[in-house]
């Protein structure tokens, strides 16, 4: 039973909890991810998140360009900048990706999000669900004597807003389609 | 464009992608290009004994010739037991192609006799796969799968082709016609060139990190660093994979870095000033504790593959790029300006490095009444040291460890060992698929007992196809590996560890028509390695080792390079609560 001869000022973490070389601030990034629009490629992206356990906000997949079967994924996540240069570079080694771009760094862009609310209720609160939809340039889709569905356009951070105010009038059911964006500007 | 049928398709675009053999296994779904295989001879077939055989062989051949691996299963089953070859593969950036049989498109969704989500199942563990609907695009998918594989970091693909699609009639696509915008950049960027070029002439306490990338990046690879290592006269350390870049006999060699790397290599990486990373990915078997990984050097890193950068590891000076071109142009950068290095600081460091040497860490107790693993190892190597054709796999354990101590590489390509997934059974089916490829070559095969059971069913192979690979077996009856971890950290209690039911492995051999060979005096151990040598065919050589022996030097879980173990009378409660989490 000889003791252990550790140097001096040797400290005995764990290999894997420290790394102070990184930075710890969490950051909140979306990503632009151009694919080619073929059987399992939204499964690719999704299992690299899961896989390696990076954060998913919000994701929105849809094929925009038809003729060269190309679909743009949005992705909003979180995490470190380490994490963050992390998953561009993963995704940029998905065979099927073709161009990874994180619109939080490539300078100024525009986020948008759709979002639909029913909302129920009578007299007063009717009124009043009419009138702050009015504020945030809501419209109705759809109403009945004790319901409306109102469709919301705007930022993630608007739409929150929005539905905190719903919520004691009478939001029952909410359905978001997730962040589409797009850089600012000619580029 | 030619007609012809899906199986047809599938050979021929394997001919005109230069392969020669393919490692398989039949069954409902392949059916067809079974067919296809019985009525040509540029192909060669070989009927392994277990799908992750077929995968394993086919990392063998491709691991030893730099091409790419091919092997072919059937659905379901067949499919998911290529699965454990495909993530070893990944891990260790192999090429391969793996063709699976998939029930008919129209069948696929029903819950099929031997049907599987064969791409669902295999996309986490292949670089990329595919499913063809359409017998027009076999072709192209097949020779886009072989781009795949070999571009860029190399590694496993898989081409799940249903039963209708090997069937029906289409067009064949040439590999010339094929197209893909995967297209990954080799060159490396200039400035990270120049910059690591300025630091190497100013560096005090250099040291080259190389690893598996060298060795895939091809041979020429190998040879511009032996070229850059001589002229700057760094000292040079390398990984498990990449073993074999720098000669073992080189006098810049320090061995191999990391958990059981040698004392002198983990001292050197520790206390360097410049760390020059060529193809290695900073594996936690390399660094140990990140936040006291080589604490005061600036480090470079060039990698093919931009995610390998900045994951674990913090880099200075990041290249992306292939090995070979980026050797290139550093050696042309640094003898533009004026071939300079620091030759008094240098002197200074190996003298250090000499200190570091005479601990002499792979020194080991000798007994003559029980074979020493190490000294099994020693006089195999001694004994077959001198044979340039010798290919050298492993299983997974301490024999592994100990095989990369004390056996020297001179050349890349000869050693063949499973690094990233550490899979057991790895090795014996490697070593068929590197005496394939290499007919005439001496093929070892330095395996456990435990490791080799494995994929034991796999000498059914070897004697079929009479290939004389030689399973060299250091059998302590244990888990060895297992059983020291916990010895060091679970109290001595022995868990599951041991096998009360070996089988009597000279009569296994001879039950397949092999050779066996039993030695368990260290008296014999020469005399009984030359028969094994000698014997024209497949041998199996139970060599009855020491059974409790512990593989130093080692790097505790959660420890820092500098906090090595060099043998037993330092081990007792080493590793803290923290660190036995680790693996």
């Not at chain 2, 306490?205 to 700057?232: C, D, H, M, W």
Request: net charge negative; charged share 20%; aromatic share 6%.
């Amino acid at each position: 039973m000889s003791p252990l001869k550790i140097k001096k000022g040797s400290t005995s973490h764990s290999a894997y909890n420290l790394r102070p070389t990184f930075s710890d601030t969490q950051e909140r990034h979306t990503l632009a991810v151009l694919v080619e629009n073929e059987p399992g490629v939204l499964a690719r992206v999704i299992g690299l998140f899961s896989g390696r356990g990076y954060n998913i906000e919000s994701l929105t997949v849809a094929e925009v360009d038809h003729t060269g079967h190309t679909s743009r994924i949005t992705i909003v996540t979180t995490g470190t900048p380490q994490v963050i240069n992390q998953i561009t570079a993963q995704l940029g080694r998905i065979v099927s990706v073709h161009e990874v771009h994180d619109l939080t760094v490539e300078g100024r862009s525009v986020e948008r999000e759709l979002a639909l609310f029913k909302v129920t209720g009578r007299g007063e609160d009717r009124v009043e669900a009419l009138r702050l939809a009015d504020v945030f340039r809501a419209n109705v889709v759809d109403s009945t004597l004790e319901s409306f569905v109102f469709e919301i356009t705007g930022t993630p951070e608007k739409i929150d807003a929005f539905a905190d105010l719903m919520r004691p009038i009478g939001l029952v059911e909410m359905a978001r389609t997730g962040v589409a964006a797009l850089s600012r500007g000619a580029a | 464009m030619a007609q012809m049928t899906g199986a047809k398709m599938v050979v021929q675009a394997l001919k005109d992608q230069g392969v020669d053999v393919v490692f398989g296994y039949p069954g409902g779904a392949v059916l067809p290009i079974y067919d296809e295989i019985f009525q040509q001879n540029g192909i060669r077939h070989i009927l392994v004994r277990h799908e992750q055989g077929a995968v394993h062989a086919a990392e063998g051949y491709a691991r030893s010739t730099g091409k790419v691996g091919v092997a072919l299963v059937t659905s379901g089953p067949g499919a998911t037991n290529a699965v454990t070859g495909l993530t070893d593969a990944l891990m260790d950036s192999i090429p391969i192609v793996v063709f699976t049989g998939q029930v008919p498109t129209f069948m696929i969704g029903s819950d099929a006799f031997q049907e599987a989500d064969t791409v669902g199942i295999t996309r986490p563990c292949t670089k990329h796969n595919w499913l063809v609907k359409e017998t027009d695009a076999l072709a192209h998918t097949i020779h886009e799968a072989f781009h795949v594989a070999r571009s860029g970091r190399p590694g496993p693909v898989l081409v799940d082709i249903p039963k209708d699609v090997q069937f029906a009639t289409g067009a064949y696509t040439t590999p010339r016609q094929m197209k893909s915008h995967y297209q990954p950049a080799v060159k490396g960027a200039i400035e990270g060139i120049t910059d690591l070029v300025a630091a190497m002439e100013k560096a005090k306490k250099p040291v080259f990190y190389t690893g598996g990338g060298v060795i895939n990046s091809g041979p020429a690879a190998s040879q511009l660093l032996r070229e850059l290592v001589e002229a700057t006269g760094f000292p040079i350390t390398s990984t498990l994979m990449g073993l074999g870049a720098y000669p073992a006999s080189g006098d810049k060699w320090l061995g191999m870095l990391g958990m059981h790397g040698l004392y002198e290599a983990n001292m050197a990486m520790h206390d360097c000033d410049l760390m020059i990373n060529i193809g290695a990915r900073f594996d936690d078997r390399i660094t140990g504790r990140i936040d006291a990984f080589s604490p005061k050097s600036k480090k470079a890193h060039i990698d093919i593959d931009p995610s390998s950068i900045n994951k674990v590891i913090q880099t200075d000076i990041p290249i992306v790029g292939d090995v070979g071109h980026v050797l290139e142009d550093i050696l042309k950068v640094w003898k533009a300006r004026g071939r300079k290095t620091d030759k008094e600081a240098l002197a200074s460091w190996w003298a250090r490095i000499d200190g570091w040497r005479k601990v002499d860490c792979l020194s080991y107790t000798p007994s003559e009444k029980t074979i020493k693993p190490q000294y099994a190892l020693e006089r195999l190597e001694a004994l077959t040291r001198d044979r340039t054709d010798r290919f050298i796999c492993t299983e997974v354990g301490q024999h592994q460890m100990w095989a990369a101590q004390f056996m020297g590489f001179e050349e890349p390509n000869h050693w063949m060992t499973s690094g990233g997934l550490g899979t057991m059974g790895y090795g014996f089916p490697a070593s068929i698929g590197v005496q394939l490829a290499h007919p005439e070559a001496l093929v070892i095969n330095v395996a456990g007992e435990a490791s080799w059971l494995m994929n034991m069913q796999e000498m059914g192979t070897a004697v079929q196809y009479r290939l004389p690979v030689k399973q060299f077996i250091l059998n302590n009856e244990r888990l060895g590996m297992v059983r020291q971890w916990q010895e060091l950290l679970h109290g001595e209690r022995y868990s599951s560890s041991w096998s009360e039911a070996l089988p009597d492995f000279v009569k296994l051999a001879e039950a397949f028509g092999a050779k066996g060979i039993l030695c368990t005096d260290p008296a014999d151990l020469d005399d009984a390695i030359l028969e094994m040598l000698t014997h024209d065919g497949p041998v199996i050589f139970d060599c009855l080792v020491e059974k409790h022996e512990n593989c130093f030097p080692m790097i505790p879980s959660g420890k820092a390079h500098n906090e090595m173990l060099l043998g037993a009378a330092e081990t007792q409660g080493v590793i803290d609560a923290k660190g036995s989490v680790l693996v």
